[in-house]
């Protein structure tokens, strides 16, 4: 099993830059990809991002690219989500997922390919 924590979320102004972390522990498979997601009150679950194991690829779809950053340490098994310029609609719980991979290459970017997850961090964006 692989346990996900996440932290870094709170309360915060508009336009202001918050960096989330989330950490691995447990039997991490060899190679694993992180991601990132969002659900805000009665939305569905939003994709943010994922990393690859070997740090050569990432993806952030075109809602949250510019404003969001994702990137790893290995060597702390903790995955990072960077959001600037943050506004209302960025209030959510946030989550961080793990899948194992065959390749270190590859990324995931459906959630149903995550079978890990953590239990989430509340972000507030107030004005």
């Known amino acids: 099993q692989v346990q996900l924590v996440e932290s870094g979320g709170g309360t915060v102004q508009n336009g202001t830059t918050l960096r989330l972390s989330c950490t691995a522990s447990?039997?991490?498979?060899?190679?694993?990809?992180m991601g990132w997601f969002r659900q805000a009150p009665g939305k569905e679950r939003e994709f943010l991002g994922t990393i690859n194991w070997s740090r050569t690829s990432t993806y952030l779809p075109q809602s949250v690219r510019g404003r969001f950053a994702i990137s790893r340490d290995d060597t702390k098994n903790t995955v990072y989500l960077q959001m600037s310029n943050l506004n209302s609609k960025d209030t959510a719980v946030y989550y961080c997922?793990?899948?194992?991979?065959?390749?270190?290459?590859?990324?995931?970017?459906?959630?149903?390919?995550?079978?890990?997850w953590g239990q989430g961090t509340q972000v507030t964006v107030s004005s």
């Open positions: 447990g039997q991490t498979p060899t190679y694993y990809a």
């Open positions: 997922a793990a899948t194992g991979l065959a390749q270190p290459d590859t990324i995931v970017v459906v959630g149903s390919g995550y079978p890990y």
